[in-house]
């Protein structure tokens, strides 16, 4: 498996993930995450109908090849359209020039990422993940006898060096990592300070298969993002309910008392477990990366995860 930083930049937002972000800002946010050291960077066609790869690429031309890892997904083709409207419907601020085609074949794997390639500007991507195969459950059998083994001679050719999965229902990932040697997994909003449903079955599966987790969706989309959490805190982008803000709002009581705050804990909560190597987070901007890295720096007590356990919170 590849060896990744410890805190991964997601490229969603500089897809223009809800809102515009300028080239300038996007630039900024890479440049700012390799300051930081982060030397992982996610990405997909979905994201923003490929401005976030063509924008990841640009801002990482010039740097030394071997000195980071982009990881990539596969499962919806880019398809042209005339142009008309905009994409907002499915979460990005960018013209509608593509239109999405869920194609999990081995056929459609390997021209979804020659045309990711292609965006990004690099010869090679390393690591490979078949994309939110759980939203498409009748084509779950299809991925893993298709376009996983696509993925799989792609990375004995050591076209790619490493593949996976990037999901959000940790069921599905659990399955993939019965039934296929998947190398990684990037899990999202499933294993973090405020729910651990994965930690049961699925994070031992990985430790025993030797598979590399990836963090992804720490803050819950927005719950854990601030010391204090808001009467407006999203979870999984839509309003939280009202039990899960009373829940984050324990954890963060929890976490002044011990001098840390509520996003500190929750970036660096995932990588107390031995099966998870990274924390993946968007930004958008160069001061959104340095918070990011902020938090991961400054040491949490221990005895905070102590607490946390005795209240029934963890």
Known sequence: MITLSRLGFGAA???NLYSAVDDGAASAAVDAAWEAGVRYFDTAPHYGLGLSERRLGAALAGRPRDAFAVSTKVGRLLEPV???????????????THRRVWDFSAD?????????????????VDLVLLHDVDLRPAERDRAAREGFPALAEL???GVVRAVGVGLNAWETAEWFVRETDVDAVVLAGRYTLLEQPAAASFL????????????????NSGLLARAEVPDDATYDYAAAPPDLLARAR??????????????????????????????????????EVRADAAYLAEPVPAALWDDLRAEGLL
Request: hydrophobic share 45%.
């Open 108 to 124: 459609g794997v390997r021209r979804s990422l020659e045309s990711s390639l292609d965006r990004l500007g690099l010869d090679r």
């Open 155 to 157: 990375r004995a050719q």
């Open 82 to 96: 005339a142009p008309g409207g905009d994409d907002l419907a499915n979460g990005f601020a960018v013209p509608t």
């Open 13 to 15: 937002p500089i897809g």
């Open 204 to 219: 031992p599966l990985c430790v025993r298969r030797g598979v590399s987790v990836i963090a992804a969706g720490v803050f």
């Open 250 to 287: 324990r954890i963060a009581e929890v976490c002044g008392r011990h001098g840390t705050t509520l996003p500190q804990a929750a970036i660096q909560f995932p990588l107390r477990h031995p099966a998870v190597v990274s924390v993946l987070v968007g930004a958008r901007s160069a001061a």
